[in-house]
Each structure stands twice: as structure tokens, then as C-alpha cells.
């Protein structure tokens, strides 16, 4: 199905940012969680940051800082305090993925392009600056005072574009996060960008991308 929406948006990081959290923590505690045991260790940092945004709002590096300390906690791991601030400094060195400079470039003049986002009024620019393309806004969990998967922060957006979801197409490669509350906020099309990090969900009426260049003929271009 193809969609001609008025807007679309994207979750930023891990959809059009490579989010490098994992590999920046498997590096970092490299020397304290052996080989055997590091996908259970990353898998319980994965949850709790997911556990952390669930409840009110608070500042990103509260999110990873609790997240790291709960995961070392569950893991019997010895926890630095250096820790939280070397991933959360790493944020804004990441790029983005394949092809998606070029197709966002390609888009940005037909339809405008809109990012919400998880993260931080002062964090966000660094990898918006990445992303080259021109958008037509950013938007942050810390201007909705929620994060996703909260409906509130989706409803902020909303607000901010005056435009409702039925009018727009949304963008994500985590249906915990973004896609599973797009469906129940009912907007005209959803984007599954596969990135091999979360699995495919059925029944959520989402368009699955395995290259991010099919994007521009989701959206008749």
C-alpha cells in the first residue's frame, strides 16, 4: 500500500541512527563481564532502560545511569560511576545508517520530515547534524516530559504540528518503543525499518522495509 501522508516521522536513534548503546557498553565492561555472559548482561541493560521511560519523565542520563547500575546490580557486577557518563557521551558520535542520508534527501523536499525522539533538547542536534536532511522539526521526550512508548509524547507531537496521526506515516524499527502505540493511536501508515534488533510483529498493520530506500516508494516517491 502506498501512503501520502501530510507529514512523517521517525524515531531517531536505532532507525536512522545506528543506537550503538550495546556495543558501547560491551566495550566498555569488557573487562568485568566475560564473553560467555555479555548478551544476558546487554539484554537486562536493553530492558531496563525500556523499564526507566515507562514511568515520568526524567532526564536521559537518569534513564541510562539507572538502567547500567540495575543491569550491573542483576549481574553481580561491579559498577563504576564513570560508567553512565561514558555512554551517555558516546550519544552524539554515532551515524547513521545506510542510505538513510540520501533517502531522507530525497523525501524532505515532497513531504516534511519530522523526528521524536527519546532523548535531550541538547543531545538531539548532534545527530540531527548527521542526518544532513532538512526537518521540518525535532522533537524530544524532554519537550513532551514523556517518553515513548507513552502515548503522551506521540500526543505532544501532535499538538506541536496540529496535525492528528490519521494524517501522517510513523517510522520506527522498534515496535516496543514506537510501532505497537502508533497502531493504537491510528495513524494512516506505519514503517517497520528493519535493523536485526527487534523481531517482526503481525497485526499491527505495519509495512516491513528491509532497505530504508523502499521508504520513498511507501510514500508515492
Known amino acids: ?5 501530510k507529514y512523517i516521522s521517525f524515531d531517531c536513534y536505532g532507525t536512522l541512527i545506528n543506537f550503538e548503546m550495546g556495543p558501547t557498553a560491551r566495550t566498555l565492561f569488557a573487562d568485568r563481564v566475560d564473553e560467555k ?8 541493560f536493553r530492558f531496563y532502560r525500556l523499564d526507566e521511560v515507562l514511568g515520568a519523565w526524567k532526564p536521559f542520563f537518569d534513564v541510562v545511569e539507572s538502567a547500567i547500575q540495575r543491569a550491573c546490580h542483576a549481574h553481580g557486577v561491579e559498577y563504576r560511576a564513570s560508567d553512565a557518563q561514558a555512554l551517555y557521551a558516546a550519544v552524539p ?8 542520508v540520501e533517502t531522507l534527501e530525497k523525501i ?3 513531504i516534511p520530515l519530522v523526528i521524536l525522539s527519546n532523548s535531550m533538547v541538547d543531545l538531539i542536534p548532534h545527530s540531527v547534524a548527521h542526518l544532513k536532511a532538512s526537518f521540518h522539526a525535532v522533537y524530544t521526550a524532554e519537550q513532551a516530559q514523556a517518553y515513548k512508548p507513552r502515548g503522551q509524547a506521540f500526543e505532544y507531537m501532535f499538538d506541536q504540528l496540529g496535525c492528528g496521526p490519521e494524517e501522517m506515516v510513523h517510522c520506527s524499527s522498534s515496535f516496543r518503543y514506537d510501532l505497537m502505540t502508533a ?5 494512516m501508515g506505519k ?5 536485526n534488533h527487534e523481531p517482526y510483529c503481525d497485526g499491527y498493520g ?3 522495509l528491509t532497505d530504508f530506500r ?8
Do not use: E
Open 108 to 110: 524532505a523536499p515532497h
Open 206 to 208: 505495519v509495512s516491513r
Open 37 to 44: 555472559r555479555m548478551p544476558a548482561f546487554l539484554d537486562s
Open 183 to 187: 497502531k493504537d493511536l491510528g495513524f
Open 93 to 100: 558520535t554515532w551515524q547513521p545508517h545506510p542510505h538513510v
Open 191 to 195: 514503517a517497520y525499518i528493519d535493523r
Open 214 to 221: 523502499q521508504l520513498a516508494a511507501l510514500v508515492g516517491l
Open 1 to 5: 500500500m502506498t501512503f501520502k501522508p
